[in-house]
C-alpha cells in the first residue's frame, strides 16, 4: 500500500477557494455550512479549518477584493505544485540581485524561495539552477516587487 502525504488544512481550504467550485460557491453564500462541508471531506477539525482560513487571510496568501479571493503565488503553487524541467543544452538560471537593507525581509524571503526551488548559492548575491524556473521566478519577483533590484539570465558555462 502506497501511503500519500495527507493535506493540511491550509490545503484543504485554498483548494476551496478555487472559483465555481462546489466549496467555493459554498463559500459565497453560506460560509458555515462552507466549513461543515470541508470539515467532513478534509478530515480536519472546523477550529483548525476557520484558523487556517483567518491566517491565510492575515499573511496575504489570500486576499478578498470585493467579495472575490485571489491566492497568492504561494498559495498557486500550495495548490498546483510547479515542476520545473531542466533548461536546454545544459544552460543554467542565474538569479542576481542587489536589495537594498531597507527591504532586507523581502531579500530573505527571495534568498528561502531559490533555496526552496533548489537554486546553488554561487557568491552572496548569485544563485544558478539548472532547471526552469523563469516563469514562477517573475512572478515571485513581481509579487514581492522587487524587479527593480533583481536581473535573470539564462546561461551556458564556459569551461
Do not use: C
Not at 122 to 145: A, M, N, P, R, Y
Amino acid at each position: 500500500m502506497i501511503r500519500t502525504k495527507e493535506k493540511s488544512a491550509l490545503t484543504h481550504v485554498l483548494l476551496a477557494l478555487v472559483p465555481y467550485t462546489r466549496d467555493n460557491l459554498l463559500l459565497v453564500f453560506s460560509p458555515n455550512r462552507f466549513f461543515n462541508e470541508l470539515e467532513k471531506t478534509s478530515h480536519h477539525s472546523m477550529s483548525s479549518l476557520r484558523t487556517a482560513y483567518s491566517r491565510a487571510k492575515q499573511d496575504n496568501t489570500i486576499a478578498i477584493e470585493k467579495g472575490r479571493v485571489t491566492l497568492s503565488i504561494r498559495a498557486r503553487q500550495i495548490v498546483q505544485p510547479y515542476t520545473a524541467k531542466k533548461l536546454a543544452s545544459g544552460g543554467e538560471l542565474m538569479v542576481i540581485f542587489d536589495i537594498p537593507e531597507q527591504y532586507a525581509d523581502r531579500r530573505r524571503k527571495l534568498r528561502n524561495i531559490l533555496r526552496s526551488f533548489g537554486f546553488k548559492q554561487v557568491q552572496q548575491s548569485v544563485w544558478s539552477s539548472d532547471l526552469d524556473h523563469k516563469g514562477v521566478l517573475f512572478d515571485t519577483i513581481l509579487d514581492l516587487d522587487l524587479a527593480d533590484f533583481v536581473q535573470l539570465y539564462e546561461a551556458t558555462r564556459i569551461d
